[in-house]
């Protein structure tokens, strides 16, 4: 009999999942929200959806009784081998249905401490690890008596938040109390769940100088498995702002292990028991400090570029991992192609013409084979905010992997007359 597994909302990671348990053989059920969906209605998702066993849909993902409801009656019908969320708003409720469901998950009370940065802050205080100054903060004078203490800058942020939403870094007094209304006062009416978070309140931390890395890492009844180490590119201007990958990271080995140790016992110290986790860290001169935890697979094209780099699906990890399969993997797994990646993001309207220029630099530069494009033309032209493209440039080492990445990147932004994220 097939193994039987189940999607409990998606992000458009999760999409890719979906594809790849359909092909692997799996039986595959999905409980996906109408409102506020995570991932990319297209003619794509929608064809992959309809080739899934059982496909249930509820109102929202937040309402914790009705996604309860259905994890029961879904397991009771066909055993659940594993279950996956990948969808950040929904772990926690993910949690709470498969433990009363009696479905192997991640611990519940572990995805509340990575869900909420404060707590996670103190399980590492408790546990010995290294870890940044923090504190919460219920207004901006809270945020100006941290930062005489610690010194600038620091950082702002959600206590629940995602990725690096509504994330200020504070670089002078001047700068705090427009950066507190932004975090504080801010809603998003396309994301309700978010507002709901936002009650958990707000938090102040160090600013640490070093290289962004995250490590994924794996853990079951078998085992710890680290399995890869990515190092991240950051905007000059916000380094609050991610632009891209790169696979392997530019440190040396010794330090890269360092990072890797600690990730373990980051995720030992949370109780983070069964899946495949996303921890962020920052390599400082005064070693690891932890960023945030995700009690997920890295998001956005992270699992693809992973693949490319290593040969291995980490959908497929994933999936063995959630069955409770054990690895055999003690170290990150070989590099076998460089990858150097960049998001092209506009700060201003971008027309026609520049995005016409735009194709024809893309399909230039892809004709090289060692460049991949997705080139997002959906719309006559782009707002402040939209996605322009994404690419991936390959080489036989890191150095010309984020060469070609970065010449392209500067074309990109000489085409655009700066108008992107740099």
Request: charged share 20%.
């Amino acid at each position: 009999m097939k193994h039987h597994i189940l999607f409990i909302d998606l992000s458009s990671t999760g999409v890719r999942a979906v594809a790849e348990a359909i092909a692997g053989g799996y039986h595959v059920s999905v409980i996906l929200p109408r409102d506020n969906p995570l991932y990319r209605r297209d003619a794509n998702t929608d064809e992959i959806l309809t080739q899934v066993h059982e496909l249930v849909w509820i109102g929202t993902a937040s309402n914790a009784q009705t996604l309860c409801d259905e994890v029961v009656r879904i397991h009771g019908n066909r055993k659940v081998d594993a279950a996956v969320c990948l969808a950040e708003w929904t772990m926690e409720n993910a949690a709470a249905a498969c433990a009363y469901a009696g479905i192997a998950f991640t611990s519940l009370e572990a995805v509340r401490r990575c869900r909420n940065k404060y707590a996670c802050r103190q399980h590492l205080q408790e546990a010995g690890l290294s870890n940044v100054r923090y504190r919460l903060a219920a207004n901006a004078d809270d945020v100006r008596r941290f930062a005489d203490d610690v010194g600038y800058p620091v950082v702002l942020k959600p206590v629940s938040g995602m990725g690096s939403i509504l994330v200020s870094i504070i670089r002078t007094p001047a700068e705090v109390a427009a950066a507190w209304g932004r975090v504080a006062l801010t809603q998003l009416p396309q994301r309700p769940d978010f507002n709901e978070v936002q009650a958990a309140g707000v938090m102040v931390e160090e600013y640490v100088q070093g290289k962004l890395l995250s490590i994924e890492i794996g853990r079951n009844a078998g085992g710890i498995y680290p399995l890869a180490v990515n190092g991240r590119v950051r905007a000059q201007h916000d380094d609050s702002y991610e632009l891209g990958f790169e696979v392997p990271p530019a440190i040396p080995a010794q330090r890269q292990q360092a990072c890797v140790e600690y990730a373990a016992a980051v995720v030992q110290a949370l109780g983070l028991d069964i899946g495949l986790f996303h921890v962020e860290i920052i390599d400082s001169e005064s070693g690891p400090r932890l960023i945030e935890t995700n009690p997920r697979l890295i998001g956005g094209d992270g699992a693809q570029i992973l693949q490319d780099a290593t040969g291995r699906s980490f959908y497929d990890l994933l999936f063995r991992i959630h069955r409770g399969e054990s690895l055999g993997i003690s170290s990150p797994l070989p590099v076998r192609r460089c990858v150097s990646t960049r998001k092209v993001e506009a700060t201003a309207p971008i027309g026609p013409t520049q995005l016409e220029a735009l194709r024809v630099l893309y399909r230039n530069a892809a004709s090289s084979r060692r460049l991949d494009v997705t080139f997002f033309t959906g719309k006559p032209s782009l707002d402040h905010g939209d996605v322009v493209a994404r690419f991936r440039a390959y080489g036989d080492d890191a150095r010309e992997a984020g060469g070609l990445a970065g010449e392209v990147f500067d074309r990109t932004l000489a085409v655009l007359d700066h108008r992107a994220v740099a």
